[in-house]
């Protein structure tokens, strides 16, 4: 165990690159899980923290949102990137006041987000004041003092934005948007507004609500898995464990991706000897090799194929029944459908006649269908629209709410859908304003407020001046880097809740604070007895998790405490909640919570169960459809896609398999061969060789935008281009390296989403003007 963070930043010289690899997991898995944890933990927390993770009085894992299964938990319920993601929060290196002293800001701004985040857990509040060049530490009233004293200052609350990461808790999520609410602005933008806005946009106007419909035995018990713009075996490697069962039960698995993905090609399940000294199972029994882009182009013409194969043969392709009880729009959907262009879903997709008539057959032979989607769909300017058609397809055949078959967003953060459903969320509906006001007696602001986007443009032009993180790493996640960067130094007040550094804390407003807080895996004693929150995963559970490790530092403070302090500094020890309480008690936040949040009564008792309990999910429990019609709505959407312009390539911005967003774990993108380095660009060999270039080249990466007439040029050099499968036209970089890339005003359709799958990119020579 190395208790001080690498001195050392990245060097992009020693990036090698080799073959990827066949299958995901296995032997070399568990050996980096341990490794990993052991540098950073040792031994005794090591050991104390990866027993807990996911199991019963346990805590959550912190990594993603896959939920565990329901009945047999295996002892070790974890994967390689959820022990890394313990690893890197339970770590036993420290970011001291010392440290601060050390480096100016300005130094800091300098070095990687990897170096920033391997230095360790932040141990102090610290601030910066105007004009000086380093961080100082601070004491935890005199911060709560300095960020009322600015709020209070504004000429209306809404020039503040509160942000939210994913990892919050419920009971912080609910407190904070209370806070807000009560402060008088809704301006709530969240990660999920760069996430899955796309997939609650499109299911809220398609079935009446925005999360999936599917549980973990409904994926495991459906006999055809579609998979589209998603790479499970790094981002959520347990689910490769419910797809191998779906895969024993018989069911067939379509991999939908530009990319050839490990995980979705093969997998050896660590957990069994099998997996470990076997040759493991394939994944994916077809593999659609999409263009960037085409996913609306390949379900339209799915639903082509469909409603043509029921007019030769009525009653035998569609769910009639379901589609006259249950739907609204089918005619007007299939009279579009007949009219797609048959080639332009060739050209748009990339695949072959033979590979779009299979899918249909297999659309066709399937009693259960379950389609799982991530990022690839919901980061597109028609993203919403990409969604609706995803779904269009699975109403043809009746496959929402009932066994086996349904829509399954696989969310990423481990609590962002539960942060929603407490409130997170610039424009909440009425009815859960209402409740809020009745439960408190607050008045809450009905003006909907700034998503993220929304909020970088806001504090760009001086319209929003203080900003607060409730975790997350704003500057890093964000697109338009430069841009993004700018806005917040034109704060009079940047405010971040952290667990770590990151680059958030380095490019300050005039003044700026670091908030240190405990995390998932920490325990946490309030008012002498130990606290749980709980949180909900990607498919409705909501769960208690509980901490046990003892923090890094005695000034660290729970998220809870930290809002409900700084709420009695903003707002006043007699305010009408009972914030004092809640800090110490976090049965009382979740009494509340019961009479507020729709399905959480009894919140305190069902959460204690041993599976925790089940959210309402209209469509997946009674094919009630709470839309517009009252029905579920077939969407009609003119066909988009993305092609490429001569001479230039449509860059995807991506996870390796060694980063949790912009967290850098390490520099080994294992199943891609790419390792010491993250600078690269993954293209097609005849690209490179049209482009006038070579493999291990080295590239400024230009992205080209127009904003009206203007054309707007953006730039980061130095890439190393790695010659790999990806259709022509198309390449792929990570995140957050290339954000700079991504135009803030290039978004998605309705939901807002910057379009970080597909940049508008040129290549020069590295070290072009
Ligand atoms: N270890 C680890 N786990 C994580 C995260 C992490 O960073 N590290 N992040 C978490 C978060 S917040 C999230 S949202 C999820 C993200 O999980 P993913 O969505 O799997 O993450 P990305 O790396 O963005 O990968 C997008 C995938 O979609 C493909 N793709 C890109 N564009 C298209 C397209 O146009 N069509 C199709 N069909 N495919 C496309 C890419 O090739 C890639 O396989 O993971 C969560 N889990
Ligand atoms: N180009 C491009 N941009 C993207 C994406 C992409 O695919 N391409 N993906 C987008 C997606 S899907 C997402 S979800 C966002 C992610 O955006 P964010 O959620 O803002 O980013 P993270 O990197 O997950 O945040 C990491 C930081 O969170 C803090 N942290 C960790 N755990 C805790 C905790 O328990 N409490 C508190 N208070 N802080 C904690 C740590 O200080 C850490 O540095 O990025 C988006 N940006
Ligand atoms: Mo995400």
Not at 257 to 266: A, F, K
Request: hydrophobic letters at 40%.
């Amino acid at each position: 165990m190395t208790r001080t963070g690498p001195t050392d930043d990245i060097d992009e010289a020693d990036v090698t690159v080799s073959a990827p690899k066949s299958k995901a997991a296995g032997l070399t898995a568990v050996l980096v899980s341990m490794r990993r944890s052991l540098e950073q933990m040792g031994a005794v927390r090591t050991a104390r923290s990866l027993a807990r993770v996911n199991q019963h009085n346990g805590f959550d894992c912190p990594g993603c949102a896959w939920p565990e299964p329901l009945g047999h938990r295996r002892p070790a319920e974890f994967c390689e990137n959820g022990a890394k993601a313990v690893a890197e929060e339970a770590t036993l290196r420290e970011v001291t006041p010392e440290f601060f002293a050390a480096h100016s800001v300005a130094e800091l701004a300098d070095k990687s987000g990897y170096w920033l985040g391997q230095q360790g857990r932040l141990t102090r509040p610290m601030v910066l004041r105007s004009g000086a060049t380093h961080y100082t530490p601070i004491e935890w009233d005199d911060a709560y003092r300095l960020i009322a004293d600015e709020l209070l200052a504004l000429d209306s609350p809404d020039r503040a934005v509160f942000y939210t990461s994913g990892r919050t808790s419920n009971e912080t999520a609910f407190l904070y948007q209370l806070l807000v609410r009560s402060f008088g602005t809704n301006n709530l933008p969240d990660c999920s507004n760069m996430c899955h806005e796309s997939s609650g946009t499109a299911l809220t106007a398609s079935i009446g609500i925005g999360k999936g419909s599917v549980s973990i035995d409904d994926v495991a018990h459906a006999d055809l898995i579609l998979i589209a713009g998603q790479n499970p075996g790094t981002n959520h490697p347990r689910m490769l464990s419910t797809l191998e069962a779906a895969k024993a039960n018989g069911a067939k698995i379509i991999a939908i991706n530009p990319l050839p993905e490990t995980g979705l090609r093969g997998f050896r399940d660590p957990q069994t000897v099998k997996g470990v000294v076997g040759s493991g199972i394939e994944i994916a029994d077809e593999f659609l090799q999409i263009r960037l882009g085409g996913d609306m182009a390949l379900f339209q013409g799915l639903g082509r194929l469909l409603i043509e194969a029921e007019d030769r043969a009525p009653g035998t392709v569609l769910d009639r029944a379901f589609i006259d009880k249950y739907c609204a729009g089918f005619d007007a959907y299939a009279d579009h459908l007949r009219a797609v262009d048959m080639d332009t879903v060739l050209e748009a997709t990339g695949l072959s006649r033979t590979q779009l008539d299979d899918t249909a057959a297999a659309l066709i032979a399937s009693q259960r269908t379950v389609t799982c989607w991530a990022m690839g769909l919901t980061q597109h300017t028609h993203a919403v629209a990409t969604i609706e058609e995803a779904t269009n397809l699975l109403l043809l055949r009746g496959m929402i709410g009932k066994p086996g078959a349904g829509v399954c967003p696989v969310r990423g953060h481990s609590n962002v859908q539960g942060d929603r459903t407490m409130g997170i969320f610039e424009k909440m509906p009425e009815s859960f304003l209402a409740a809020l006001e009745t439960e408190f007696g607050i008045s809450s602001p009905r003006r909907h407020g700034l998503d993220t986007v929304d909020s970088i443009k806001a504090m760009r032009d001086g319209r929003a001046r203080v900003f607060m993180a409730m975790g997350g790493n704003f500057v890093s996640a964000t697109p338009d880097t430069e841009v993004t960067e700018a806005a917040l130094r034109n704060c009079s007040l940047t405010v971040q809740v952290s667990t770590k550094l990151n680059r958030s804390h380095v490019v300050p407003g005039a003044q700026a604070l670091i908030l240190p807080t405990l995390g998932r895996t920490d325990l946490d004693i309030r008012g002498g007895t130990k606290q749980h929150v709980s949180v909900e995963d990607s498919m409705s559970m909501v769960h208690l998790s509980t901490g046990r490790l003892t923090p890094v530092s005695d000034q660290l403070r729970s998220e809870v405490a930290i809002v409900c302090e700084l709420a009695e500094a903003l707002l006043g020890s007699d305010h009408r909640v009972p914030w004092a309480r809640f800090a110490v008690d976090y049965d009382r936040v979740r009494d509340s919570i019961s009479r507020v949040v729709p399905g959480c009564t009894d919140y305190n008792v069902r959460v204690r169960e041993r599976n925790g309990f089940l959210l309402p999910h209209p469509p997946r429990d009674s094919r009630e459809f709470v839309t517009d019609t009252g029905k579920a709505n077939f969407a009609v959407n003119d066909l988009t896609w993305v092609p490429t312009p001569a001479g230039k390539l449509i860059l995807q911005t991506m996870r390796s398999h060694d980063q949790y967003n912009t967290t850098i774990y390490g520099l080994d993108d294992r199943y891609r061969g790419v390792k010491g380095g993250r600078q690269v660009l993954l293209v097609n060999a005849e690209d490179i060789a049209e482009l006038g270039f070579h493999d291990g080249d080295h590239v400024d990466i230009v992205s080209e935008w127009r904003n009206g007439d203007a054309l707007q040029e953006r730039r980061v050099k130095n890439f190393r281009i790695v010659a790999y499968s990806t259709p022509k036209g198309n390449a792929a970089a990570y995140y957050p390296e290339t954000n700079p890339l991504v135009p803030l005003d290039h978004v998605a359709k309705k939901s807002n989403t910057p379009v970080s799958k597909a940049v508008v990119v040129r290549l020069e020579p590295a070290g072009s003007p």
